[in-house]
């Protein structure tokens, strides 16, 4: 199936709710993550399609909260929201919006994949109503009305279950296509070995799967291969392409996820630790991550690790080997040397340890240690 679908409802909803988010007051305004990946873009614009659908008094918005040029870099949404039928110019990005006079107007925030505000949404905390997710509970917002955090492979699993409690028969294909190949490239077509599908994720993926015109290995096959397509991206490109930021006392850490082999990377650019540097230093990080994973005979897991103080990079590696990260160092060839910090790679044994794991694992150290 290569021509994007035609026309839908779907994308009628996203059209309105462009044009309500300049003058409406807005009962919720439903984003995903700063990362904003496949995942998260799906899941709002799913979720928010169905509040819409639930609650035809309210005025549903949902926002991607990055610039819009930045859509082009997340490759597998380009693909899925194309088969999807979902027109990008009716989406609304962080920068088609006038911030501070939209969020006057809305009443309530509505967190996907995520349940911790960042960056300059911080400040909203008290307007988060309503939150739906997979990571760790952080146990924030009492105030919100509902939450439904769970340990599941794809925050599109649980808005698929959303639409089948509350509105199964209008769940049409391109609703289906939409969360089904999120879910897919979430669990890594439903590996069990990658670690990430839970039977939730397979009950959830069987039931879009009857609404699709397409196979499960086909679909997931073209999502990926799509995920994968870096080779016009630079350093920088990669490194923000999939980019989370968080704050654990006095300590500041990115972690970007990228997908190719550290090898290839640094074939690719022989000044990968300036790089780092560079990029950590734009953003007063003091450890930046590259968490990287591909497919070589199988799932792979890599992972960068550069520290702004080159005094806690060994106790860096020791903690996460006593997390079982399971790493063996890896030699990048001809590669010019960091300015003032200090940068490894190493291959991942424990491949069941993603972004959304080490990210916890990492506040609680840093907090235990009054950093």
Known sequence: MENPMPA???????????????????????MGNEACDLDSMASAIGYAYLLAATKRDKTIVPVMPIPRGDFSLRTEAVYVFGQAGIDVANLIFIDDMDFESVLKRVVGLVLVDHNQLSGVWTSYGNKV????????????????????????GSTATLV???????????????????????????????????GRVTPRDEKMAAILMKL?????????????????NTADLGTFDLLRKDYKQFQAGKISWGIASALLPLAQWGE???????????????????????????????????????????????PLIELLQRKQLDLTPICLANQSPCREGKISFHRQGNREISRKKLAPLLADYFHSQNF
Not at 164 to 193: E, I, K, R, S, Y
Not at 212 to 228: D, H, I, R, S, W
Not at 283 to 299: C, E, P, Q
């Open 160 to 194: 698929g279950e959303q639409w089948m409690t509350h509105c199964p028969d209008l769940v049409d294909v391109h609703l289906a296509l939409l969360l089904w190949g999120t879910l897919l490239l979430d669990t890594v077509n439903l590996d069990t070995g990658a």
């Open 129 to 152: 109503a309503i939150i739906l997710d997979h990571h760790k509970n952080e146990h924030l917002y009492p105030h919100a009305a509902q939450k439904v955090i769970a340990p599941v």
């Open 8 to 30: 839908n409802e779907l994308n009628r909803y996203l059209k309105a709710s462009k044009t309500d988010i300049h003058h409406k007051s807005i009962d919720y305004l439903v």
């Open 268 to 314: 690719k650019d022989r000044k990968l630790c300036l790089g780092f540097e560079t990029y950590a230093h734009g953003r007063n990080l003091d450890l930046l991550f590259s968490m990287n994973a591909y497919t070589d005979k199988g799932f792979c897991r890599e992972i960068a690790i550069y520290c702004k103080d080159k005094g806690f990079h060994e």
């Open 212 to 228: 699709c015109p397409l196979g499960q290995a086909q679909y997931f096959e073209k999502v990926q291969k799509a995920k994968f």
